[in-house]
């Protein structure tokens, strides 16, 4: 089916072909984009901010760029928007929180939003998200939680909800979020989108608020892996405002979709990834296992281990950010929040030094197994999405609380900043379940390559979640 520009399901790179070749105007793009979210984000609450008058100035600009016969960029009057926790010029960073609400407007916006708009895209707001990002559900006390839109009553996950919620619905084609310990991906698997959390430091998070800076990544969530792709090379390069920023040049991704997995060798994780987790979050990864034409298994060495130690580390970095804040306005936090920080404020520094070596070894065994494999499957999450509000699910016979384990299976791999796609899988008509796919640090070309050979296939897909009906404001 042909979509038109227009069309909620059309993809980044048709919307900017079509402002490009004159079909159709920026502005027309943005119109469109808006009244979408205005109808629609009451329903889901991805949206904390619109900046309507921001964006019309920009999609005019772009068309009066197009006007006087000027190259116009990769993302052409394509509408994007940015987790809350990244700096948008004339709006306060709020975080997901109440408290940050007070500070002053960001005067200039983040390194990745000025990357994405000198490609052409055009900015539309900021979205809900967890309180300061800690958090795996998409639940948020102050605005109420981003709702997954293929069912409004379960989540979005977290803690980029608002940004699957606004890509899964077809209110952006494009969105950032942030990911620690997950929060790009969990949101992705259970919205049923595509995500990337690209190496650690390959893009700038220069402009974006803390967490735990040792874990801290920025990514894209998109409904197609060239989209996802194309946004990430409009936002690669060195950074001097941000310390950690790679200063390697740009490794394109785009021109290496077509190649496929031809010449990959391909694992799926076993061991802790086939325990932990229910029949149908086991069944996507076989799913996606057996088109890919892989039966190989590997084992990844101490991974509890290593959730153990970047549980620790969250906490202990993300109350340092915190401590302030926590003496002078601890009830102003979501609950569940402040406690887990003011816990982390306790750990002592012996343990946090034990979790620093202890990441340096188990950094070193699994780039060690890049010499064995080239990508490796496993699942993005132990289900589907839970019901808002759920405090607890069931798996292998225990009882395990939703906020802390939606992110058993991500965890791992941002402690120690390897690049992972999200691809997301239907396996019926139930809510997406999602496929991580991982490779060795740099290899961002990789996880895409694979994520692009699953959607060609039809094995992975992202399509617009149904509104119709659902336009109205959810009741609580």
Known sequence: MTTTALDPSCPAAKIAADVAAGGISARAVIDAALARIEALNPAI????DVVAARARATAAAIDQKRARGEILGSLAGVPFAVKNLIDVAGLPTRAGSKINRERAPAREDATLVQRLEAAGAVLVGALNMGEYAYDFTGENIHDGPSRNPHALDHMSGGSSGGSGAAVAAGLVPLALGSDTNGSIRVPSALCGTFGLKPTYGRLSRHGSFPFVQSLDHLGPLARSVADLATAYDAMQGPDPADPVATTRLPDPATPLLKRGIEGLRIAVADGYFARQADR???????????????????????????????YLMTAAEGAAVHLDRLREHAPDFDPAVRDRLIAGATIPAAWVDRAQRFRRWFRDRVNALFDEVDVILAPATPCRAPRIGQKSFTLDGKSLPVRANLGIFTQPFSFIGLPVALAPLRLDDGLPLGVQIIAAPWREDLTLRVAWALEEGGCARAPVADLAGKSGAHDP
């Open 45 to 48: 609450d991805a949206f904390t």
């Open 280 to 310: 149908d979050a086991l069944e996507a990864v076989a799913v996606a296992a057996r088109f890919l034409g892989t039966e190989q298994r590997i084992e990844i060495p101490e991974v509890a281990r290593a959730r153990a130690a970047a």
